[in-house]
């Protein structure tokens, strides 16, 4: 089979309406297309053959291909399928990579990558950072995330040397799995979905997060403020807010706020933990999703996404000479 690489770029990653209630820039679409760009030279000149693509609003593969123009020499594929604007898209593109790409580009947030989740499989991903609470996808250039997205389509790396299997969060309504979050969950007293985006501390009332540091921005910032938990951990936290403790926390770009913590304790991976809060409407990686109520509960398992070692992976591929000649 083609060393063959898929792209799922998110053309509403970056534009959500924290541009307007907090100080996040704008991400715009043409320095996605400009990503890309640079994405499928590099997947070309280290032996990529062929792309499977997303279609999405505003044909940011396309521009991109298009912007190459004569220089790109690869088979690149759009996915035959309906355009709705909305994560369905993210959802059915990467169902459809299935059995066709060795590895999925993500180019988004944290909440484009909890849809990948959901359903790449086994698929390895190379999360490429363009959203507003960036904690999950690499802050990476698109020439360093191409090499070595490279090195694994290409077998120089194995799958298994140059990938580490990622936590998820996993919530429970009356038994039932119900969704996931790849961050952070929160039990909010909010009514409706709305404009997604959660900003408003006094809205929370519980929290479990896979990771989290003091150098986070969003939900998981305020659980760093506690205790660091990396992705090698194999624990989480939860956080129960209300009188106790106050700390401040930068919970979206250019807004600190002050949040009451009545109690938090460490999770080890699999342990179940009762949401107090129901019903409640939960955000998950920072956007309001579902509403559950019932008996809830959750837990951390290391049932995520297998995401490239950039570092490992670039590594081992030099001593291999995969850049050589």
């Given at each position: 089979?083609?060393?063959?690489?898929?792209?799922?770029?998110?053309?509403?990653?970056?534009?959500?309406?924290?541009?307007?209630?907090?100080?996040?820039?704008?991400?715009?679409?043409?320095?996605?297309?400009?990503?890309?760009?640079?994405?499928?030279?590099?997947?070309?000149?280290?032996?990529?053959?062929?792309?499977?693509?997303?279609?999405?609003?505003?044909?940011?593969?396309?521009?991109?291909?298009?912007?190459?123009?004569?220089?790109?020499?690869?088979?690149?594929?759009?996915?035959?399928?309906?355009?709705?604007?909305?994560?369905?898209?993210?959802?059915?593109?990467?169902?459809?990579?299935?059995?066709?790409?060795?590895?999925?580009?993500v180019i988004g947030g944290d909440g484009t990558n909890r849809i990948v989740a959901k359903a790449c499989g086994d698929i390895p991903i190379m999360p490429i950072s363009t959203g507003t609470n960036n904690v999950f996808p690499y802050m990476i250039e698109a020439t360093i995330a191409g090499e070595a997205t490279a090195a694994v389509a290409t077998g120089v790396v194995k799958v298994r040397e140059g990938t580490y299997k990622t936590k998820r969060i996993?919530?429970?309504?009356?038994?039932?799995?119900?969704?996931?979050?790849?961050?952070?969950?929160?039990?909010?007293?909010?009514s409706f979905v709305g404009s997604r985006a959660v900003w408003k501390p006094e809205y929370l009332r519980e929290l479990v997060v896979s990771r989290c540091s003091p150098s986070n921005i969003g939900l998981s910032s305020?659980?760093?403020?506690?205790?660091?938990?990396?992705?090698?951990?194999?624990?989480?936290?939860?956080?129960?807010?209300?009188?106790?403790?106050?700390?401040?926390?930068?919970?979206?770009?250019?807004?600190?706020?002050?949040?009451?913590?009545?109690?938090?304790?460490?999770?080890?991976?699999?342990e179940e933990v009762e949401i107090k809060t129901s019903p409640t409407l939960f955000a998950l990686d920072g956007e309001r999703e579902i509403e559950m109520q019932g008996h809830i509960t959750a837990r951390i398992t290391r049932n995520g996404p297998r995401v490239i070692d950039y570092r490992k992976t670039l590594k081992l591929a030099a001593e291999r000479g995969f850049f050589e000649g």
């Amino acid at each position: 089979m083609k060393a063959a690489v898929g792209i799922i770029a998110n053309p509403e990653s970056g534009r959500d309406i924290r541009r307007l209630v907090a100080h996040a820039s704008v991400f715009d679409n043409m320095e996605k297309v400009s990503i890309v760009e640079r994405l499928l030279l590099v997947l070309q000149d280290l032996g990529v053959e062929k792309i499977i693509a997303m279609p999405e609003t505003f044909g940011i593969v396309p521009g991109a291909v298009n912007a190459i123009g004569k220089h790109l020499d690869m088979d690149i594929k759009m996915l035959p399928m309906r355009i709705f604007g909305d994560w369905r898209d993210t959802y059915n593109a990467t169902n459809a990579m299935k059995g066709k790409v060795t590895v999925i580009v993500v180019i988004g947030g944290d909440g484009t990558n909890r849809i990948v989740a959901k359903a790449c499989g086994d698929i390895p991903i190379m999360p490429i950072s363009t959203g507003t609470n960036n904690v999950f996808p690499y802050m990476i250039e698109a020439t360093i995330a191409g090499e070595a997205t490279a090195a694994v389509a290409t077998g120089v790396v194995k799958v298994r040397e140059g990938t580490y299997k990622t936590k998820r969060i996993e919530l429970f309504e009356d038994g039932a799995l119900r969704d996931i979050a790849l961050i952070d969950a929160a039990a909010t007293v909010h009514s409706f979905v709305g404009s997604r985006a959660v900003w408003k501390p006094e809205y929370l009332r519980e929290l479990v997060v896979s990771r989290c540091s003091p150098s986070n921005i969003g939900l998981s910032s305020i659980a760093g403020i506690l205790e660091e938990i990396g992705e090698e951990d194999n624990t989480g936290l939860y956080i129960e807010l209300g009188n106790g403790r106050a700390v401040k926390a930068p919970i979206a770009p250019g807004i600190f706020r002050k949040v009451n913590i009545k109690e938090f304790k460490t999770i080890p991976l699999g342990e179940e933990v009762e949401i107090k809060t129901s019903p409640t409407l939960f955000a998950l990686d920072g956007e309001r999703e579902i509403e559950m109520q019932g008996h809830i509960t959750a837990r951390i398992t290391r049932n995520g996404p297998r995401v490239i070692d950039y570092r490992k992976t670039l590594k081992l591929a030099a001593e291999r000479g995969f850049f050589e000649g």
